[in-house]
């Protein structure tokens, strides 16, 4: 069965600091990874996903994610954390036989000027 | 530029009764699927459909039923509401997985409180 993991509830950085929210996967076969972030009072928002053969992925906002096939890892990174960047963050994997995502238990993100 | 549209955003229920959430979706999406938001428990899939005319159970479906009404929407229903349905309702949509590696679209939730 397919599974992720996000090891950490809650990460907190300094503004202007790197970032990384830590994701690991269980599948078989391919990963189809994602990234998704939520605001408060609001509905999940697609910010980037694997893309096979690319060890890493950019997306929105400045984000970019850290594909380990070894470690089974699909970590979230950014070079310089915002404050705007606060907010709630999911990984996914998508099983590919029956259309089903999986979603880690999220990793709350505080960034602090 | 809608997206996933649910409604109601908001709604208080008292324990016994019962409730439909609806979902629509623009994007031609061929997958539907509700899921609740717990606090610390991530998404938890209720039921989800393939296509225009499947339905499946996911995770938790006990409690729940759906109906895939059209390619469009998809309404979840509560028959006899339980304080334990308390949560945050999210419907999304999704290109099949043939489609290449498609992300799914959230709607912005209904909080359910059920007293």
């Known amino acids: 069965a397919q599974s992720v993991a996000q090891p950490e509830d809650q990460v907190n950085v300094a503004e202007g600091n790197p970032l990384t929210v830590k994701c690991t996967y269980s599948v078989s076969g391919n990963p189809y990874l994602f990234w998704y972030v939520q605001y408060p009072n609001r509905g999940l928002q697609f910010l980037l996903k694997y893309i096979t053969g690319d060890n890493l992925v950019k997306g929105s906002y400045g984000f970019e994610a850290e594909f380990n096939k070894s470690q089974t890892s699909f970590h979230l990174k950014k070079p310089s954390a915002l404050v705007s960047d606060s907010a709630l963050y999911f990984c996914?994997?998508?099983?590919?036989?029956?259309?089903?995502?999986?979603f880690g238990s999220g990793t709350k993100l505080n960034v602090k000027p | 530029n809608a997206g996933v549209t649910q409604t109601p955003k908001f709604q208080v229920l008292k324990t016994g009764q019962s409730m439909t959430l609806q979902c629509a979706q623009d994007?031609?999406?061929?997958?539907m699927y509700w899921y609740r938001q717990d606090p610390g428990m991530g998404l938890r899939l209720i039921y989800y459909?393939?296509?225009?005319?499947?339905?499946d159970k996911g995770e938790v479906p006990n409690g729940y039923n759906v109906s895939r009404l059209n390619k469009r929407e998809f309404s979840l229903r509560l028959e006899s509401a339980a304080p334990s349905q308390t949560s945050v309702y999210f419907c999304a949509s999704s290109f099949p997985q043939g489609i290449g590696n498609q992300p799914q679209h959230f709607g912005d939730g209904t909080r359910l409180s059920i007293l």
């Open positions: 459909s393939a296509s225009e005319g499947t339905t």
């Open positions: 994007m031609n999406h061929n997958s």
């Open positions: 996914a994997v998508r099983d590919g036989n029956f259309n089903k995502f999986y």
